[in-house]
């Protein structure tokens, strides 16, 4: 979900040449699936994409990437234990803390086991986080920095219970334009 509202975002601001927008999994448990039928659901509703299949992120991924988004903070702690390097581990980022209204709680939860209401939360989420993300990587193309999260990131001492298929959004821009 959080690609394709991320990946409409870039194209609508006309960044689709210089950013590339993708997802994956912390865990391979769904490889080669599709998106799960209520988020296919809800993301035609509102006009987005849905072409979709599920692969698991790979800790090499990490040297062509300048972001890394996390939906929980279970898997920003998952990620940033993948990370090879300090600097790699310091590209994950929750995708709740570019929201421009701050919450208590930066996880986007996981619908998977309630009903059609949750998927409809959850996209709401994305949308106001994804708003934010893009004036982030805007300025970053313009600065050509790294981009900061705008709210603190969650204490590991809680850890979440939150199911690894949740996908992740990787922010990287093509080698032209490299942040």
């Known amino acids: 979900m959080a690609e394709s509202v991320f990946r409409a975002r870039v194209a609508e601001d006309g960044l689709d040449g210089l950013v590339e927008v993708d997802s994956a999994g912390t865990g391979g448990?769904?490889?080669?699936?599709?998106?799960?039928p209520r988020t296919v659901d809800v993301l035609r509703a509102a006009g987005y994409p849905t072409a979709h299949s599920?692969?698991?992120?790979?800790?090499?991924?990490?040297a062509r990437l300048d972001?890394?988004?996390?939906?929980?903070?279970?898997?920003?702690?998952?990620?940033?234990?993948?990370?090879?390097?300090?600097?790699?581990?310091?590209?994950?980022r929750l995708l709740r803390s570019y929201a421009v209204q701050a919450a208590a709680d930066l996880?986007?939860?996981?619908?998977?086991?309630?009903g059609f209401e949750g998927f409809e939360e959850c996209l709401e989420m994305i949308e106001m986080a994804s708003d934010g993300l893009l004036a982030e990587?805007?300025?970053?193309?313009t600065a050509?920095?790294?981009?900061?999260a705008r709210a603190s990131e969650p204490d590991d001492r809680h850890p979440a219970q939150v199911p690894?298929?949740?996908?992740?959004?990787?922010?990287?821009?093509?080698?032209?334009?490299?942040?």
């Open 29 to 36: 448990w769904h490889e080669g699936d599709g998106a799960d």
């Open 54 to 62: 599920a692969r698991q992120f790979r800790a090499s991924w990490f």
């Open 67 to 92: 972001l890394v988004i996390a939906l929980d903070s279970g898997h920003l702690r998952e990620l940033r234990r993948l990370a090879p390097t300090p600097q790699d581990a310091a590209k994950v």
């Open 107 to 114: 996880d986007v939860p996981d619908p998977y086991y309630g």
């Open 137 to 141: 990587v805007r300025t970053a193309l």
């Open 144 to 148: 050509r920095t790294l981009l900061p």
């Open 164 to 179: 690894h298929h949740l996908q992740e959004a990787t922010y990287h821009p093509q080698e032209k334009e490299n942040a």
